[in-house]
C-alpha cells in the first residue's frame, strides 16, 4: 500500500520545527545526492519554464524523486509558480512509499533549510526581518525564520504592494507581526535578517544597504542568468551555500561575481555539511555580514519526506491509501 498525500495533508505533517531538525540531522549524517536534472521547457509567448528532476537516498533506508515544474509566468494567471510530486520508496526492496505533493514539500523545506542557516549565521538577538517577495513561499519563511528567532517587526516587500499585504495579513492571522512595506531600500538597511524568495533575474538587494551584523537569505536565483543581489553584497560579506556543488553549478548571485573574477570558489565559506557537521562554527561577531546562498538540495526533499513518512506510521495523518 502507498500512501498519497494532497498539498494541505503533506503541509500538516511538516510541522516546521521538527522539519528544520530532520534537515539538520540529514546534512550531518549525508546522503547519495547527485547534481539535479535540470531543463527549460517553452511556454510560448512568456519566459521560458524550468523541469527540475531531483532523486537522493539513504542506503538500506529510503530514496526519493522529485519532478518539479517552475513557471513564471502563473504569477499572472494567479496559479503558483511551482507544480510537482515526491515519491518515497524503500531503499531495500524498491517498494513504494508514499506519493506527496512536490510544490508544499519544496516551498516549506526550503524555508526550514534557510531557517537552520540562519540558526548559525544569524545573529540571536536579530529582531527584524524582511521577506523580498510575496509568493507561496514568503509565508513559510516567516513561519521557518520564527522557530529560532524572536522578531518584533516583520516586514514584506514585493512589486506589487497588494500581495504583500494579502501575505501580511495571512501572517498576522496566524500570529505574527507582519506589514507589507513599500521602500525596499529603507527596510533593507533597517532589517537584521533579510530573506530574498524572488524570481528575479536582476538585483534587488545591494551590498551597500547591509548594516554591520545583517544576514542575506537569497533563495530565489537558482540558475546562473537569475540575481537577488548585487555583486557588493557578495564581494565584502561572508558568503555560506547550503551544497556547494549545487551554488557553483547552478546560482547566479555566486556564479556571476566569480566568472567575473571578483571571487574566487574559496570564498564560499562553508555549507550546510560544513555548519550542521559543525566543521564551521557559522558567525563569528556581531558586526560580521553574513550571506546564505541557497539553490536547493534534493538531501531536504528527502528529510522532508522521511518526516512524512515517519509521521504517517506513527498516527494516522488521515492519508488516503491506494494500491499500486
Not at 29 to 55: I, K, N, Q
Request: negative net charge; charged residues 25%.
Amino acid at each position: 500500500m502507498t500512501h498519497f498525500l494532497t498539498a494541505e495533508q503533506t503541509s500538516a505533517a511538516l510541522e516546521m520545527s521538527p522539519l528544520i531538525d530532520a534537515i539538520d540531522g540529514l546534512f550531518e549524517t549525508g546522503c547519495d545526492m547527485p547534481v539535479r536534472h535540470h531543463h527549460s521547457f517553452d511556454v510560448p509567448g512568456e519566459e521560458a519554464g524550468t523541469l527540475l528532476v531531483m532523486p537522493a537516498w539513504r542506503s538500506g533506508d529510503h530514496l526519493g524523486v522529485k519532478m518539479v515544474n517552475v513557471v513564471p509566468g502563473n504569477g499572472a494567471r494567479g496559479l503558483p509558480a511551482i507544480a510537482g510530486v515526491y515519491i518515497l520508496s524503500s531503499a531495500k526492496t524498491g517498494e513504494l512509499q508514499a506519493i506527496m505533493d512536490g510544490a508544499e514539500l519544496t516551498a516549506r523545506r526550503t524555508a526550514a533549510a534557510s531557517a537552520l542557516a540562519a540558526k548559525y549565521l544569524s545573529r540571536p538577538n536579530a529582531r527584524r526581518l524582511l521577506i523580498v517577495g510575496a509568493g507561496k513561499l514568503s509565508l513559510n519563511l516567516i513561519e521557518a525564520h520564527s522557530v529560532h528567532r524572536q522578531f518584533d517587526v516583520i516586514e514584506i516587500w514585493a512589486r506589487r504592494l497588494e500581495q504583500a499585504e494579502e501575505i501580511a495579513e495571512k501572517a498576522r492571522a496566524l500570529g505574527f507581526t507582519a506589514v507589507a512595506c513599500t521602500d525596499l531600500e529603507a527596510s533593507a538597511r533597517e532589517a537584521d535578517v533579510i530573506s530574498c524568495c524572488t524570481l528575479s533575474r536582476e538585483p534587488l538587494v545591494l551590498g551597500e544597504w547591509l548594516k554591520p551584523g545583517t544576514h542575506l537569505d537569497l533563495i530565489g536565483a537558482f540558475k546562473s542568468d537569475m540575481r537577488e543581489c548585487d555583486d557588493a553584497a557578495i564581494v565584502n560579506t561572508s558568503v555560506f551555500a547550503d551544497t556547494r556543488d549545487g551554488v557553483f553549478a547552478e546560482g547566479g548571485d555566486i556564479l556571476q561575481p566569480l566568472k567575473a573574477g571578483l571571487i574566487s570558489e574559496d570564498h564560499v565559506k562553508a555549507d550546510l555539511y560544513d555548519l550542521c557537521g559543525g566543521n564551521h562554527a557559522g558567525r563569528r561577531d556581531d558586526q560580521e555580514i553574513t550571506v546564505f546562498k541557497s539553490v536547493g538540495a534534493a538531501l531536504e526533499d528527502l528529510a522532508g519526506a522521511m518526516l512524512v513518512y515517519k509521521n504517517l506510521t506513527r498516527k494516522d495523518r488521515n492519508a488516503v491509501l491506494v494500491k499500486l
